[in-house]
């Protein structure tokens, strides 16, 4: 089954999402922006979509629209959007509610939530993505798997409150660990030392955490209790106060959990 899909934003998510959709078979017929130029960043590579500055779709053809914007923005677009007979609004956020379009002009509402990073910069597989689902709409559900299919393999309907709960768990398991190594980053480069010897460990890192479990990969000073190399670390730090205390913070929290 083929759709025609309309897509609500510019950002990472709209950026990835709408040549997906189109290599998968779909017509993306309008992408909406408040900027012509970030519009024309995703146009340009579509066949035929349009470009749209405001949020009356009466006229268009498509039967779902995607919202693909910040999750602050969901509720506004959601309020204002104009859309046709029998339509279907989606989100694509982690965290946000499905009520949240609860008082659009859609007939049909669901969450299309493609559980990656995202970057413009970076190319992403999406066979390997999982699309977290939900409708309140039986009909409309069927439709999202089969819209999900057409892209990945890996589909799963979850509630609002347990998406919100695999959002958080996402936060800390890709954006804090992402920041992680970018305080190791700082303090390589404030040393005048070379990331380069870094990467290795991170990779052998992760690979190990996912193969074993991470709990059973842990290792390092605060693991073995390491008191004298746990101090030193600090005091090594105390030139930031902020990131001696991330340090001393994640260092007893994994003290606890031995």
Known sequence: MKFKIAILGTG?????????????????????????????????????AESKTDLDFTESIAEIFIIAVSDDAISEISDEIILPEDSILLHTSGSVSIEAL??????YTGIFYPLQSFSKDR????????FLLESEDQTTLQKLKKLAKSLSHLQYVVKSKDRKALHVAAVFASNFSNHMIRLSEEIMARQGLDFEMLKPLIIETLSKSLELGAKKAQTGPAKREDLNTLEAHHQFLNYNEQIAEIYRLISQDIIDSI
């Open 12 to 48: 990472n998510v709209a950026w990835h999402l709408a040549p997906a959709l189109e290599e998968a078979g779909h017509t993306i017929t309008e992408v909406y922006g408040r900027s012509e130029k970030n519009i024309k960043g995703i146009t340009q590579k579509l066949y035929t």
């Open 102 to 107: 609860g008082y659009s002009s859609a007939t």
């Open 123 to 130: 190319e992403i597989s999406f066979g390997e993505v999982p």
